[in-house]
């Protein structure tokens, strides 16, 4: 159980352009889920968590306009990432659990994101 | 806010037992997981202690005490598949989960 699908795991797209990634738990509901950011090498980096029917939170750093979150439904979570720029290259990957307090988070498998 | 320390780098004689400490400062600490990461894929779920005390399952094992702000992944019966990159992780306040820097274990033949 408590199995988070992310899609696409890899992406290529030209400076400029957005890119859009979905996270989906699939045995469970999730109210809140969790972006997470990983350059080379480097740790996960909280970027926002996303509540369903409600804006999301971002963390400190983060763009809002820049990486648009949408959490329509109890098992969907969107990351946007508009006007892609060769930095924003990175490993995106979502979570989420099934309970409200304290259980473990769910990872899925990430997105690798190459802009150009 | 929180911040986790553990060891960048670790290595280890394959059949060997590993230890990877980690030491957190954080608000509202409600546990402590630790995840595996291979190069290239997702953080996959290894252990969660909310409670202190020791944790099993297989060759691993977990521990945690809050009063020392301190806990520990212990690896047993090292394999060579479990080369890989160990993240602790803290949950803290709204439920906002933190990660270490990771450790990158290296196992030996």
């Known amino acids: 159980g408590a199995v988070v699908s992310q899609h696409p795991s890899w992406v290529i797209c030209k400076s400029g352009t957005s890119v859009k990634i979905e996270c989906r738990s699939l045995d469970f509901q999730a109210t809140t889920m969790f972006w997470y950011r990983q350059f080379p090498k480097q740790s996960l980096m909280l970027m926002a968590t996303?509540?369903?029917?409600?804006?999301?939170?971002?963390e400190q750093g983060v763009e809002k306009d820049k990486f648009l979150i949408n959490h329509a439904s109890l098992t969907l979570s969107t990351l946007t990432v508009t006007s892609a720029h060769p930095e924003d290259s990175s490993f995106y990957i979502c979570?989420?659990?099934?309970?409200?307090?304290?259980?473990?988070?769910?990872f899925g498998n990430g997105t690798r994101l190459t802009v150009t | 806010g929180q911040s986790l320390e553990q060891p960048s780098e670790v290595t280890a004689v394959e059949g060997a037992i590993v230890q990877i400490n980690c030491t957190y400062q954080t608000s509202g600490f409600y546990g402590l997981s630790w995840y595996q990461q291979h190069d290239g894929g997702a953080p996959t779920f290894l252990s969660y202690?909310?409670?202190?005390g020791l944790e099993e399952t297989g060759r691993f094992s977990s521990f945690l005490s809050r009063s020392d702000s301190y806990g520990y992944l212990l690896l047993q019966e090292l394999q060579m598949k479990d080369s890989a990159s160990y993240f602790c992780a803290g949950t803290g306040g709204y439920q906002k989960v933190t990660f270490g820097i990771g450790t990158k274990l290296q196992v030996i033949p």
């Open positions: 202690n909310a409670l202190d």
């Open positions: 996303s509540n369903e029917g409600s804006k999301a939170t971002y």
């Open positions: 979570s989420a659990r099934p309970t409200a307090s304290g259980s473990p988070l769910h």
